[in-house]
């Protein structure tokens, strides 16, 4: 099983709404990553998880809060948000530990900000 | 710090026509160099990858990247395009050390006309 899936596919909230997107791969990984990625733009790193532990938070506002539950799960829990943060959020995952694998990636959540 | 150029934004070919995409990294060692695919709305899935050893690297759907360190390239190639082909192509470099810090080009976007 090579397969990351995302869940919602498409959520739209208000400005003080509190959502939470899901992500889960159970190929073993122990990286998992958020991107962010803008209409017709590369994606943009977020987070990144490696053992359960925060490793990287490429100066992400608060409104997005990350959380790693278990080896498996990544949630990016979201309040608070802004017109301009719609977009679409990619969930990735790789082998982790030393080194640089390939990240397999889901296919997104589609967020709109009303 | 390190970058990555795709100059073409977009690019036309025939159905049954080769194809080469462009990709020029910026960084000091040999990096790690990666092609990735996204048709619309979907989620990035790997093509190849170049980590060490022989500069010509084959992947998935009958692509090929060649390695060249005396020009900073990875271009793509494919030597015979099909429509389902059509989609955004993405080089990406990870020069962290390990870090699993992944920076994407701002694509290609690939049209196939019959």
């Known amino acids: 099983d090579t397969e990351v899936t995302q869940t919602p596919k498409h959520l739209v909230m208000g400005m003080t709404n509190k959502k939470s997107l899901k992500c889960e791969q159970h190929m073993g990984h122990r990286a998992m990553y958020w991107y962010k990625q803008k209409a017709k733009k590369p994606p943009e790193l977020m987070f990144v998880y490696s053992y359960e532990k925060l490793s990287i938070n490429e100066s992400v506002p608060s409104r997005f809060s990350p959380e790693c539950p278990n080896s498996s799960l990544l949630n990016l829990h979201l309040h608070a948000l802004q017109p301009e943060d719609s977009a679409l959020y990619l969930c990735?995952?790789?082998?982790?530990?030393?080194?640089?694998?390939?990240?397999?990636f889901g296919p997104g959540t589609r967020l709109t900000v009303t | 710090a390190q970058s990555v150029t795709q100059p073409d934004i977009h690019i036309t070919v025939s159905e049954g026509a080769s194809l080469e995409l462009r990709c020029n990294y910026s960084y000091g060692a040999t990096p790690y160099l990666f092609w990735y695919v996204q048709s619309p709305g979907q989620g990035l899935q790997l093509l190849l990858k170049y980590f060490s050893g022989d500069t010509l690297v084959q992947g998935i759907k009958g692509f090929e990247a060649e390695f060249k360190r005396s020009q900073s390239s990875f271009n793509l190639r494919k030597p015979s395009v099909h429509w389902s082909d059509a989609a955004e192509y993405f080089c990406?470099?990870?020069?962290?050390?390990?870090?699993?810090?992944?920076?994407f080009g701002i694509g290609t976007k690939l049209q196939v006309i019959p």
């Open positions: 990406a470099v990870d020069s962290s050390g390990g870090y699993q810090k992944v920076t």
């Open positions: 990735a995952s790789s082998q982790g530990g030393a080194g640089t694998y390939e990240q397999y």
